[in-house]
């Protein structure tokens, strides 16, 4: 952990603070995972994911075919669900290689708080993570340092940020390092 804060500090948050930005979001992105693999959730995770994306999916058809059978005036029976939602990208694939997404780990995460031994203040900075919309570097702002190359990080709050999350990472990291 401390390497990361050091190698961050090299970049200087001042003249590198979207340098520092895409090696936080990294770091995170890298550390969550390890702390759910090496705890053997992955495969949870990923139920939790598919179960969840099914729903969506089910839902965004259900709508369209709602539409289709309003629109046009057809009955239930005439609609070919198997070949319509073959024409749609609500099927739902399993692929159990797929990388889940940062914000569905650390909602996982949050959703099972003994991970992080029920820790009130630290489940409290990984939430503010997931959903800030204020002043607080968030997910979303991670994504874009890496994502869009004219998103900006605001050096002084990024680096609150970092120091903020150091508490959340930490345990993480020696949770990883403990499986070992």
């Known amino acids: 952990m401390d390497a990361l804060f050091d190698s961050i500090q090299f970049l200087n948050f001042k003249k590198h603070a979207d340098m520092a930005g895409i090696a936080l ?6 550390l969550v995972y ?7 959730l992955l495969g949870e995770l990923y139920k939790d994911d598919l ?3 099914t729903a969506h999916n089910e839902k965004k058809y ?3 075919k709602q539409y289709i059978q309003t629109t ?3 009955g239930d029976d005439e609609v070919n669900d198997e070949e319509l939602k073959g024409y749609t990208r609500f099927n739902t694939k399993e692929n159990p290689n797929k ?3 940062l914000g569905n780990m650390i909602a996982y995460i949050l959703k099972n708080p003994d991970l992080l031994n029920n820790n009130t203040r630290l489940l409290e900075v990984l939430k503010k993570f997931k959903n800030s919309r204020s002043t607080f570097v968030d997910l979303t702002s991670c994504n874009m340092f890496v994502h869009n190359e ?3 990080a605001n050096d002084s709050i990024l680096e609150a940020c970092a120091n903020e999350l150091a508490p959340v990472l930490d345990a993480m990291y020696k949770s990883i390092v403990d499986e070992k």
């Open 25 to 30: 979001r990294c770091y995170v992105d890298m």
């Open 34 to 40: 390890q702390f759910l693999y090496k705890k053997k």
């Open 51 to 53: 179960a969840n994306l």
């Open 62 to 64: 259900a709508a369209l």
């Open 72 to 74: 046009y005036a057809v």
């Open 99 to 101: 990388i889940p997404e």
């Open 150 to 152: 004219y998103y900006s």
